[in-house]
């Protein structure tokens, strides 16, 4: 059953606008998990000034888009689009043109992310018409 807090979650809502890190595990009781969340909140200037929205797309429990609930049929979606069995942790970074850029079957280190980001076309361009 889908309560009213819960949406369709669409990649290209966001395309164009935020580059998305997709964060899947099992549940939020996974040690990965767990380890990746507290990466995430560890700079959250770097995370803004990248565009980056984080999708929380968990096996058991709620999954999130930006600390909002998204249904389970998006959830089903995006394990199937991507690959990702409902036991498998893993990281993947969709760029702003709404394709897969990066992906680890670990946690990752937020350093490692922002230079993939910043290596990208897109980014540097951000950056030259920001100064």
Do not use: C
């Not at 990649?11 to 990466?39: C, E, G, I, K």
């Not at 998204?70 to 709404?98: C, E, T, Y």
């Amino acid at each position: 059953m889908t309560s009213k807090a819960e949406h369709q979650f669409e990649l290209s809502d966001y395309q164009w606008q935020h580059r998305l890190v997709l964060v899947f595990a099992p549940s939020n009781d996974s040690p990965d998990y767990q380890q990746q969340m507290q990466t995430w909140q560890a700079d959250t200037t770097g995370i803004s000034d990248r565009n980056l929205k984080l999708v929380e797309v968990l096996g058991t429990g709620e999954s999130r888009v930006d600390s909002e609930p998204i249904s389970p049929a998006s959830v089903a979606g995006l394990r199937q689009q991507f690959g990702v069995p409902v036991d498998q942790f893993s990281v993947i970074l969709v760029g702003k043109d709404g394709t897969e850029k990066q992906r680890s079957q670990s946690p990752v280190d937020l350093a490692l992310l922002f230079r993939t980001i910043d290596a990208m076309p897109m980014r540097q361009q951000e950056m030259r018409s920001r100064y």
